[in-house]
C-alpha cells in the first residue's frame, strides 16, 4: 500500500437499469479520485449523476442496476459491494453528510444518542461517560452553543443549521478518512450556508480531511474545493485543478455554465441556470452527448464519443476539440 | 430542553379528554337504555305481580325519579359503588362486575399480550424482506386473521386441537379437577391459583387460556403485523435509517433499535384501537369458551333487559377503553418525542 494510494478512486464506473423506455444510461465510464485531505467538487446540473457517483463511493448502487468498472476506497474494492468491503467502508473509511438536515435525523432518538451509537460502532466506547465525553466534544467541534443541553434535544427541537452541524459532527464520529457531502448547504439560507461553509474548511484543515463535495453551486465549489469534476449526463466532461477548471475552462459544456451565469461570467454560481435541457439517460445523444447544445460542435461530434484528455497538468477534457492534430481535421483547439 | 414540562401538559391534555370521554359515554348510554321500550319493574317484581308490588318495585329500582335525577344519582353511585341492583341476579351490578371481570382482564391481557409479541415479530420479519417468502406467508396470514370473526375462528381452534389433536382442553377455565381446591383470594383466577401455590392449576389454567386468548387475539395479530411491515418498511426508507446504514449501524442495530422505535408508535395505536374489538369479541369468545366472564355476564344481562346490569357493563368497558388509550397515548408519546408538539 503505497503513501500516494488515493482515498477514492473511481475507475470507468458505468450504471445502467433497464427501464421500460428501454436502457437507462445513468453513468457512463465516470472516473476520479481523491487523494488524501483533498477537496473534490462534483459540479453538474440536477439530474447529472452527482449523488449517483456520490452513493458509488459508499457501496450504494440502484437496486437491479447493472454496475461496471471500479469503486475502491482506500484499496478495498466496492463493486460487486461484499458485506465484508461494505463493512469495511461505510462509517470506518467514508462517512456522510446528507442533503437535507430536516429528514437525516432520526425524530425519536436524542442528538446523544445518535451521536454515541456511532462512537459506539466506531470508537467501540463501551461506557456511557466517555460515550457522553466524545460527543461534547464533537459538538464544540462543529461549534454548536450548549452542548450539554443539546445532548438530550431532540432533532425537531433544533434550527436547520443546528441540524446541519449536528449531522457533520455524527460524520465525524466515525473517524472517516473521507466524507461525502451531498449538497449540504442547498437546503440552508446564504448565512447559514456560508458559516458551515467556514466551519468545514477548518474542520478540514484541522482534520486533514478528504472530502467529496457535491453541488450545482460554482460559487461553493470554487470557495472550497482543490479540484472540480464537471459532470453532464453521467458522464466526466471536464476535470482538474479547480483555478483551472473554473478560471480557464476547457470544455464547452463548463464555459456555456459560466458565461450563462449573471455578473458577466466572472461571479459564478448556479448550474441551474443553463439554459437548455439535459438528455434523458434513456436517449442520450450520439456521439458527444453535450453536441445539441454545443456552440462549439464541429463534424465529429454527432458521430464519435470525445474521450478524456489531458491537456494541461492534471487538467482533462473530453470534447474534440481537444484530440490530438492528426485525428481532429478541421478542429482547431479553443484560445 | 422543556421536555418533562411538555410530557406533564400532555399526560394532563389526555386525561382530560379521557374524563369527558368517560362521561359522555355514560350519558349516552344512559339514554339509550332509557329509550329502550320495557319494563324493568315487570321483571323484578316477579310472576303476576300486583300494581302494589309493581309500584314498589319501581320505587326500589329509582324508576319513580326524573330521568335527569335518575342520571345524577346513577354518576353519584358510580363513584361510590352503588351501581344499581341486577333485576336478574337480585345482587349489586357492582359486586357482580368485580366477580366477572377478573376472569375477563385475564383473557384480554393474554390476548393484548399475543397480539404484541407474535404482530410485531411478525411484522419485523415480513419488512426484512420485501416480497419474499415470509413477507408473502405473512401477508397472507394477515389478511386471513383480519378477516375471520372470531367466532369462526373459535369453532375452528376448538375442532382442531381439541377435537383432532386432543392437545388442548375444549372449555373453561380450569378442569373439573380443580373445582374443590381452587381458592378465590383477588378474584383473578390465575393469580389466584399462584398465589396459593398450585402449580398444577396454574399449568391447567394456561392450557385453558390458549384457545380463547388466541381466538380473541387473531384480529389484531393480523392488523398488529400488517402495521408493523408497513411501518418498519416506511422507517427502513426514510433518510434518517439510510443514513445510518452509510455511516455503518449494523443490521441487528437498524431493524430492532432504529427502525422498530420508529414503527412502534403506530403499532401502539393499533392496539389501543383493537382493544375495543378484542372487547366486543370477548362477548362471543366466552359463551363458546363458557368462559365465566363479564362476556358471558353482559350476554346474559342483555338477554332480561337488566339495565342496571348492562349499564355497569358499559361504564366497566368504556373506563377500560379509555383507560387503554390513554396508557397508549402517554407510552407513543415516551417513543416519539414529536408528539408532545401540537
Ligand atoms: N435508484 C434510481 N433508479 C432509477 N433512476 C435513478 C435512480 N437514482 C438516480 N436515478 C436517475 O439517475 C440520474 C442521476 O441522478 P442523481 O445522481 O440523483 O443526479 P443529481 O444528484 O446530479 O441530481 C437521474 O436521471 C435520476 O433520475
Ligand atoms: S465534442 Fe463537440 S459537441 Fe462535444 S463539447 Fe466538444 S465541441 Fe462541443
Ligand atoms: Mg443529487
Known amino acids: ?335 | 430542553m422543556g421536555r418533562t414540562a411538555g410530557y406533564g401538559a400532555y399526560a394532563a391534555r389526555r386525561l382530560g379528554y379521557g374524563v369527558v370521554l368517560v362521561v359522555g359515554i355514560t350519558l349516552v348510554a344512559f339514554v339509550l337504555t332509557h329509550l329502550v321500550p320495557s319494563n324493568p319493574a315487570l321483571v323484578y317484581a316477579g310472576l303476576h305481580p300486583n300494581p302494589a308490588q309493581i309500584a314498589r318495585a319501581r320505587q326500589i329500582l329509582g324508576l319513580d325519579k326524573p330521568l335527569y335525577m335518575q342520571y345524577l344519582l346513577f354518576l353519584r353511585g358510580l363513584a361510590t359503588g352503588a351501581w344499581g341492583i341486577s333485576i336478574t341476579t337480585h345482587g349489586s351490578v357492582f359486586q357482580n362486575v368485580m366477580t366477572f371481570l377478573p376472569p375477563t382482564l385475564e383473557l384480554v391481557f393474554f390476548a393484548t399480550l399475543e397480539s404484541m409479541v407474535l404482530g410485531v415479530l411478525l411484522g419485523v420479519w415480513a419488512s426484512e424482506r420485501p416480497d419474499g417468502v415470509a413477507d408473502v406467508a405473512v401477508r397472507v396470514l394477515g389478511a386471513g386473521l383480519v378477516s375471520m370473526p372470531a367466532f369462526w375462528l373459535a369453532l375452528l381452534l376448538q375442532i382442531v386441537f381439541f377435537g383432532q389433536l386432543h392437545l388442548l382442553p375444549l372449555t373453561g377455565e380450569y378442569g373439573g379437577a380443580y373445582v374443590l381446591t381452587a381458592r378465590t383470594i383477588t378474584g383473578f383466577p390465575l393469580l389466584d391459583a399462584a398465589l396459593s401455590h398450585q402449580w398444577g392449576l396454574v399449568g391447567d389454567e394456561l392450557r385453558h387460556l390458549v384457545l380463547p386468548s388466541l381466538a380473541l387475539a387473531a384480529y389484531s395479530i393480523g392488523l398488529v403485523a400488517r402495521m408493523t411491515r408497513a411501518t418498519m418498511l416506511d422507517a427502513l426508507g426514510t433518510d434518517y435509517i439510510r443514513l445510518a446504514v452509510a455511516n455503518g449501524v449494523r443490521r441487528r442495530r437498524i431493524y430492532f433499535r432504529y427502525a422498530l422505535k420508529n414503527a412502534i408508535a403506530p403499532t401502539l395505536t393499533v392496539l389501543g384501537l383493537t382493544f375495543a374489538y378484542s372487547l366486543t369479541g370477548d362477548f362471543f369468545v366466552e359463551q363458546i369458551f363458557f368462559w365465566n366472564g363479564l362476556g358471558s355476564y353482559s350476554v346474559h344481562a342483555i338477554d332480561n333487559l337488566d339495565i342496571a346490569a348492562v349499564m355497569g357493563v358499559l361504564v366497566v368497558v368504556s373506563l377500560a377503553y379509555t383507560v387503554v388509550n390513554l396508557a397508549v397515548d402517554l407510552i407513543r408519546a415516551l417513543f416519539d418525542p414529536r408528539l408532545l408538539v401540537e
Open chain 1, 1 to 335: 500500500m503505497g503513501v500516494s494510494q488515493p482515498v477514492l478512486a473511481v475507475r470507468d464506473l458505468s450504471v445502467q437499469l433497464e427501464g421500460r423506455a428501454g436502457t437507462l444510461n445513468l453513468l457512463d465510464r465516470v472516473a476520479l479520485t481523491v487523494a488524501r485531505g483533498e477537496v473534490v467538487a462534483v459540479v453538474g446540473e440536477t439530474g447529472s449523476g452527482k449523488t449517483l457517483t456520490g452513493m458509488a463511493a459508499l457501496g450504494f448502487f440502484p437496486a437491479r442496476a447493472r454496475v461496471q468498472g471500479s469503486v475502491r476506497v482506500d484499496g478495498v474494492e466496492l463493486v460487486p459491494p461484499t458485506p465484508q468491503a461494505l463493512a469495511a467502508v461505510r462509517g470506518r473509511r467514508v462517512a456522510v453528510v446528507p442533503q437535507n438536515p430536516s429528514t437525516a435525523l432520526n425524530p425519536v432518538f436524542t442528538v446523544g444518542q445518535q451521536l454515541g451509537e456511532l462512537l459506539l460502532t466506531h470508537r467501540r466506547l463501551r461506557s456511557l461517560r466517555e460515550r457522553r465525553e466524545a460527543a461534547l466534544s464533537l459538538l464544540r467541534e462543529v461549534e454548536l452553543p450548549r452542548p450539554a443541553a443539546l445532548l438530550n434535544a431532540y432533532p425537531h427541537e433544533l434550527s436547520g443549521g443546528m441540524q446541519q452541524r449536528v449531522l457533520i459532527a455524527m460524520a465525524l464520529a466515525c473517524e472517516p478518512e473521507l466524507v461525502v457531502a451531498d449538497e449540504p448547504t442547498t437546503a440552508l439560507d446564504a448565512t447559514t450556508q456560508a458559516q458551515i461553509l467556514r466551519l468545514v474548511l477548518r474542520l478540514r484543515a484541522e482534520r486533514g480531511l478528504a472530502l467529496l463535495w457535491i453541488t450545482h453551486d460554482l460559487g461553493v465549489a470554487a470557495h472550497l474545493a482543490d479540484r472540480v469534476v464537471v459532470l453532464y449526463a453521467g458522464k466526466v466532461m471536464e476535470d482538474g485543478p479547480v483555478a483551472a477548471v473554473l478560471g480557464s475552462p476547457r470544455h464547452p459544456y463548463t464555459r456555456a455554465v459560466i458565461d450563462s451565469l449573471p455578473g458577466g461570467g466572472r461571479r459564478v454560481r448556479d448550474i441551474r441556470s443553463l439554459p437548455g435541457d439535459l438528455p434523458s439517460p434513456a436517449a442520450l445523444p450520439a456521439g458527444c452527448r453535450f453536441h445539441p447544445r454545443c456552440p462549439m460542435r464541429f463534424d465529429p461530434c454527432a458521430g464519435t464519443e470525445p474521450l478524456l484528455r489531458l491537456v494541461g497538468d492534471g487538467h482533462a477534457v473530453a470534447c474534440h476539440r481537444y484530440d490530438a492534430p492528426s485525428t481532429t481535421a478541421g478542429g482547431a483547439p479553443l484560445p
